[in-house]
């Protein structure tokens, strides 16, 4: 009987770590969702800037010099905002979950793709305002 009783809490142990484990890959998908969005925006605001600012210097549309500009930054900084909301979004829930066991998992490479496109969108808000870069 005290047999039966081991081999119970080590299935009840294996099921809690296999449910730990699902909800961080769960975490980690909904961060990549955060990350595709974010993305999108950001390379979508790059793209119309350029676009539009290539037709206004071409004349061939009626609009103000600085609208380029304006739409382009608004896209690229919604898209930063959004990665970081992901970002926290993902922190505050693996710090609610792991607490003080967050050293025993790795970060996924979602989150640092993460900051990485996060630091990419800040280089094309640069890129936007200083002309750093040949974009």
């Given at each position: 009987m005290?047999?039966?009783q081991i081999?119970?809490?080590r299935h009840a142990n294996r099921r809690a770590d296999w449910a730990l484990k699902?909800?961080?890959i769960m975490l980690e998908?909904?961060?990549m969702v955060w990350l595709r969005l974010g993305i999108w925006l950001i390379v979508f605001g790059f793209t119309v800037f350029k676009l539009l600012l290539g037709l206004v210097e071409?004349?061939?549309v009626l609009m103000r010099p600085e609208t380029p500009r304006n739409v382009?930054?608004?896209l690229i900084l919604l898209g930063l905002f959004l990665l970081g909301v992901g970002i926290k979004d993902y922190r505050n829930s693996e710090k609610m979950l792991l607490g003080g066991l967050k050293h025993l998992y790795a970060a996924p490479f979602a989150l640092a793709a993460?900051?990485?496109?996060f630091l990419t969108g800040l280089f094309l808000l640069l890129n936007i305002f200083f002309?750093?870069?040949d974009l």
């Open positions: 005290y047999e039966i081999n119970s809490s699902t909800t961080l998908k909904s961060l071409r004349g061939t382009g930054v608004f993460t900051y990485v496109f002309g750093i870069g």
